[in-house]
């Protein structure tokens, strides 16, 4: 049996990744693959301890972000991420290691450093960076009557925006996100089958 492949949606808050991810398993599962889906920071205790950071986040320093986000990570990949890799299930992560790159990269960390920290982690096949300018993201953000959060601010989006226009890795397909909700879908889907090709044959 094969093991399962690793794809990873990222980019800055309001870009419609969970959507997007949401119907990207919908198409996978029709064509009877057995995918899996999950998020991160994730619904366990160090993804709860982060939720509460975030609501007083003046109190903590991005080390101490940093370090929350990679114990949550750390959790995710054994107990969920490898497992069902390994028994040949594909993943879809809202949001995985990029995010760390870019979200605390942003707030003057060390983008080797925090890569570096990442060596326990499974690289992903796919890692869909969806792509639009903050005011974008914002604007549908506030459409969804969610109250931005501190990241959720233009500036820091824009910091964060940068970072993840910086990063080069083979596995990285840039999504134009401003586009309609279709266009994208579509987008998504032209670099995401040829994954399974080989299944399909
Ligand atoms: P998000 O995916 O927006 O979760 P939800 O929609 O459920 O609130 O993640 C919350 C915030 O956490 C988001 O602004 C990005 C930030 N974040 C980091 O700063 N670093 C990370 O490593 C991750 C995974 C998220």
Do not use: W
Not at 10 to 34: C, H, N, T, Y
Not at 158 to 172: E, M, N, Y
């Amino acid at each position: 049996m094969s093991t399962g492949k690793l794809i990873v949606f990222e980019g800055i808050d309001g870009m419609g990744k969970s959507s997007q991810l949401a119907l990207l398993a919908d198409v996978l599962r029709q064509r009877g693959l057995p995918v899996a889906t999950t998020h991160e920071p994730t619904d366990g205790p160090h993804g709860l301890a982060i939720r509460e950071m975030f609501k007083a986040r003046d109190r903590f320093r991005p080390e101490d972000e940093l370090a929350a986000f990679i114990a949550d990570r750390r959790q995710h990949v054994a107990e969920f991420l490898r497992p069902r890799l390994a028994a040949g299930v594909h993943v879809l992560c809202d949001r995985y290691y990029l995010s760390t790159i870019a979200y605390q990269g942003a707030q003057g960390l060390d983008v080797p450093a925090i890569l570096a920290a990442h060596d326990f982690a499974p690289q992903p096949d796919l890692a869909l960076l969806l792509d639009a300018t903050p005011g974008v993201g914002v604007a549908r953000i506030q459409r969804r009557g969610d109250t931005p959060n501190d990241f959720e601010r233009l500036e820091t989006l824009a910091k964060v925006r940068l970072v993840f226009s910086t990063l080069s890795c083979p596995f990285i397909r840039r999504i134009d996100a401003s586009q309609p909700f279709q266009a994208v879908h579509r987008q998504i889907l032209e670099v995401t089958l040829p994954l399974f090709a080989e299944r399909q044959s």
